[in-house]
């Protein structure tokens, strides 16, 4: 009996103890994995917002944040700076909205393009030019790739350059670029006119002005014109046929301003993309040809034909005239502007150019201290 007593107590005693054991063992896995969630949530939230900031700045996203409002297909990129290449990005930008009444109050805004090498020496004129017209207007720069612009905050400068390419100057390069700046200016919405300028170029009158004149334009500033020669048709390839005939072969000024309707087609453009790729090197200088031939042959009905950008070429040779300190006075501009008359809107007008080149970044001073005067900002 005590026998059986002490055995029962003694099995007892085992079973307590594999019942502890069990105990442990489970207490052990569960601190375990207490520790291996902690650990991970915390790397989750670490590299996890750490990947998540990244591609915020590089990565367009419509609508990330507010899935069900129209506030985020209205509002531009938070950044200018993505990691799509040109396929991508010239096939995002060519969304076009199937009605084309849009559901909100839009206002256009006039995109600026900067197609630069380096830096912009006359952006203190073009500061006071933008000075008050918040909303209006965008704007955008290509540089040189690698080559960093070093404006602050309060610049209107600030952060408006964009992903960037090498661009050679007469090549195809260029207008790969020119169609860049399109495509990145396309992807706000609000930008309506898209105006090409260079590092060289200056607002000859004040934004108002500039406003008015380009919105209450039928048509748009592209350059287009027939020319005898071996300059003109003289850069014509036969092999450009059927697409381009020499009939509609046409010339213009790289400086040019389209509405969205025509920057989409640029963009979207390979037709004839392909064909001036090929047969157009220099001498033919594919930016003088490639846009002013398209869209002649496109929208021949929606270009004025001439450029908004005044150069002065009456010194002869391959480059304009290019300004500087000496050359700024009153008198200068009262020679160069509203002498000569040109067709607005099918009436004769003496402003014909609100945009002008080459200025040499010793003109700055002077043009700064003549601006509120001649230019009127
Ligand atoms: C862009 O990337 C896509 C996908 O990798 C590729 O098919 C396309 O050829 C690229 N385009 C350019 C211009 O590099
Ligand atoms: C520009 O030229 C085209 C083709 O010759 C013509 O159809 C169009 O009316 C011209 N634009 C203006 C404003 O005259
Ligand atoms: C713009 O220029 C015009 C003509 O020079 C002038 O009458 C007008 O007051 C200017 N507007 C602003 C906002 O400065």
Redesign the pocket.
Known sequence: MQETNSLNSVRTLQKTAMTFKILHFFLIFLVLGLAVCIVSMNMIRYFGTKNMASTKSSRFHPCYDEMSSLECWIKPPPTLMHTM????LFWRATFVPGIRQYPYRRVPKMAFMFLTRGPLPLSPLWERFFRGNEGLYSIYIHSSPGYELDYSRSSVFYGRQIPSQAAEWGQISMCDAEKRLLANAMLDLSNEYFILLSEACIPLRNFTIVYRYITKSWYSFMGSYDEEGPFGRGRYSPSMAPEVTLEQWRKGSQWFEVNRELALRMVEDVTYYTKFKEFCKPACYVDEHYFPTMLHIQTPHFLANRSLTYTDWSRGGPHPATFGKNDISTEFFARILGSRSCYYNHRQVYLCHLFGRKFAPSALGPLLRLSSDVFGY
Do not use: A, K
């Open positions: 290449n040109d396929t991508e």
